[in-house]
């Protein structure tokens, strides 16, 4: 029995007014009494959605499919109901389907080409990219997603020609955001003049807050912490989630009479590794100090800081009675202006000795302990950081040391080939979950003799151990790591084996350095 045009008005009315759960009822109802027009079920389906019922949505959007087979909606629309579930393989299955049913759909092409972006499946993406293209020439979002491919392919020259296209070809509102993905590309290729005039042409503090990335890689602390805190305002530092405007808190001032901070951690858990050498420093100052941070912190924090409190959320810091708040990085323009500002406090985070103790018997050698991580899933700089594992054989292979495994993500597979390959065994510790567990993945950098690292969060979390680490940097690196030296201002152990575009020379570098210290 098909539905009334005044029954679907009715129902249409009540899912735009976005009472979904009304809108539910409804359309259950008119389940029940025998209506089974498609368009029920599809907007059924959508009410699911909406509610968040996935599973729900899922079950009407399948009736759909099997009912019209060749109507590509339906498959696309799982596609997406997969995508906001955060289910990549099912959400690539339906919208591939979708796709074959309707080759020609934009949407369906641009969402495969941003799913294999994010899995860095680069081929796969820059091929559903261009083919989103041909489908719709104009689509600033696909042009777009072209030259981030590119750039973080390394073809750097490709991408500024792609985003110099789109500067020509797109509104005003876009500028400044072009311009910053054109200045990314003159740094990468070495032409900084260029890329600081870039900067300076941007209309908006997006230019300051890419500029200040250029400033403190120069040394230029105090300018570069002043234009940094820019980041916060245009999206490109994620902080904890705090309403600036309209929280009961006020930022901190240091000039202001306060007693109480809540510090905010922000961007990644690398990040606020990072940053925390500046915590004991408030603390020293007789403030009240709250961190809310990662959670994979807390262990590790609550063990290496003096007197602090672990907050939840904002209505925890208000409760608890904290007058002001700050994002752990913005503390920076008041505590690193200068290099000596760095070494007024000795900073060190403090392992769990009880899990080192398990792990010393587990590895039961007395052969010297390397632990190696090689990757990381940045998605815009991985591709340049990343080193392939099996660049380290011929490290590997040598039979005076053995090999602790650091890195984070499912990287089994890899790891079990090359030490069947090698003969050669590198210690996996299933035990401890080297991306959630901080805690144990603290305790087995400890565990380490040596420390061998891309940028990554293991290499913060080893420089912050104190742990003596060899940072793998690539030949454009992060600002942090700052030019042509070979030490860091934030980790007094790490020492930069910086590339020239060959990672092998770098690689035998770090493994005369083991052998040096060791003295085979």
Not at 140 to 165: C, P, V
Not at 305 to 311: A, D
Request: glycine share 4%.
């Amino acid at each position: 029995m098909n539905l009334t045009e005044s029954l679907k008005i009715d129902l249409l009315k009540t899912f735009e007014a976005r009472d979904y759960l009304l809108a539910e009822t409804k359309a259950q109802t008119l389940v029940r009494k025998g209506f089974s027009d498609p368009w029920l079920c599809n907007i059924l389906a959508v009410i699911f959605a909406k509610q968040q019922k996935y599973s729900f949505a899922a079950k009407y959007f399948k009736i759909l499919t099997e009912l019209f087979p060749n109507d590509y909606e339906s498959f696309f629309n799982l596609g997406n109901l997969y995508r906001d579930t955060n289910d990549i393989s099912q959400s690539k299955e339906y919208y591939t389907l979708s796709l074959k049913k309707n080759p020609t759909h934009f949407e369906t092409c641009f969402e495969l080409a941003k799913i294999f972006f994010s899995e860095q499946k680069f081929d796969e993406a820059l091929n559903y990219a261009k083919k989103s293209i041909k489908i719709n020439p104009n689509s600033f979002e696909a042009h777009d997603l072209i030259g981030q491919i590119l750039f973080s392919t390394g073809r750097f020259n490709e991408s500024q020609k792609k985003y110099e296209y789109l500067l020509e070809h797109s509104d005003e509102n876009v500028r400044d955001k072009i311009l910053v993905n054109i200045s990314s590309n003159k740094i990468e290729l070495g032409n900084i003049k260029q890329a600081k005039e870039i900067l300076a042409a941007c209309k908006s503090n997006v230019g300051d807050y890419n500029l200040s990335l250029i400033q403190i890689k120069e040394g230029n602390l105090k300018k570069g912490w002043k234009n940094y805190d820019y980041g916060i305002s245009n999206g490109a530092r994620k902080v904890r989630d705090i309403d600036f405007f309209s929280t009961k808190l006020k930022l901190w001032n240091p000039e202001e009479n306060c007693k109480s901070i809540l510090v905010l951690g922000e961007q990644g858990i690398g990040d606020e590794i990072m940053y925390s050498s500046i915590i004991n420093e408030l603390i020293s100052k007789k403030f009240k100090v709250g961190l809310w941070m990662d959670k994979r912190l807390k262990a590790i924090f609550s063990r290496s800081f003096n007197e602090h409190e672990f907050i939840d959320n904002i209505e925890d810091a208000i409760n608890r009675g904290y007058e002001t708040f700050i994002p752990i990085a913005s503390l920076c323009k008041f505590f690193r202006n200068n290099i000596d500002d760095f070494n007024k406090y000795n900073f060190r985070l403090e392992a769990n000795k009880k899990i080192l103790k398990k792990l010393n018997a587990i590895y039961n050698s007395q052969k010297p302990r390397i632990g190696i991580s090689w990757h990381t899933g940045n998605q815009s700089h991985g591709p340049q950081r990343n080193i392939k594992l099996s660049k380290f054989s011929h490290l590997f292979k040598n039979e005076n040391l053995d090999f602790i495994n650091l890195q984070y993500g499912d990287h089994d597979k890899e790891i079990k080939r090359l030490s069947k390959k090698l003969r050669r065994k590198i210690f996996l510790d299933d035990c401890i979950d080297n991306k959630n567990d901080i805690d144990g993945l603290s305790a087995k950098i400890e565990a380490c003799d040596i420390v061998i690292s891309i940028d990554n969060s293991t290499l913060h979390l080893a420089g912050s151990l104190n742990k003596d680490t060899i940072g793998l940097i690539p030949k454009v690196s992060d600002w942090r790591w700052m030019s042509n030296t070979e030490v860091t201002p934030w980790y007094k152990s790490i020492k930069l084996f910086r590339s020239d575009g060959n990672w092998e020379k770098v690689i035998l570098r770090a493994q005369n350095y083991c052998i040096n210290k060791f003295r085979f």
